[in-house]
């Protein structure tokens, strides 16, 4: 027995396209972060390049990484709409990853003599909140 049989004719017609809408929004937006995706990594992959005519040096390593890690967090994003596709339900470990991806981002731009206490507070407890999430998660599929 279905979960939408007490419905009527047409609201399971409403429903169906609906389910189709949001297939079709999934696609769109997995196309867009592939193109997200590989802009990023050209992008960084013209940085690595041009790195020797970076004025400074750690500074051009530092902007290599924050696209890198940009690029990392597109592919997780992505990984999340792929795996709706394949599964019907959205996974949670790619999103935690892409949290603490952009954590660590946020960490490598941050000027530490102009960060406040608060915020330094915060961002370590985000990160923890995100590494215990993904501990969770990994300690329940095995």
């Known amino acids: 027995m279905s979960d939408y049989d007490h ?4 609201m399971k017609t409403v429903l169906d396209i609906i389910s189709r809408s949001t297939l079709i929004i999934y696609a769109l937006i997995a196309i867009l972060l592939i193109v997200i995706a590989l802009l990023t990594f050209f992008d960084a992959a013209y940085l690595i390049l041009t790195i020797f005519s970076h004025e400074n040096l750690i500074q051009g390593i530092v902007e290599i990484l924050y696209v890198l890690l940009l690029t990392i967090i597109v592919v997780e994003v992505l990984e999340t709409v792929t795996s709706y596709f394949r ?8 999103i935690l990853i892409a949290g603490l991806t952009a954590m660590v ?5 941050i000027n530490i003599e102009e960060m406040h206490i608060t915020e330094s507070i915060a961002i370590i407890g985000i990160i ?9 998660l990994w300690k329940t599929e095995m």
């Open 128 to 136: 923890g909140v995100l590494v215990a999430g993904i501990y969770v």
């Open 105 to 109: 981002r946020k960490v490598l731009i």
């Open 7 to 10: 419905l009527s004719p047409t």
């Open 87 to 94: 599964t019907g339900r959205i996974l949670v470990r790619p």
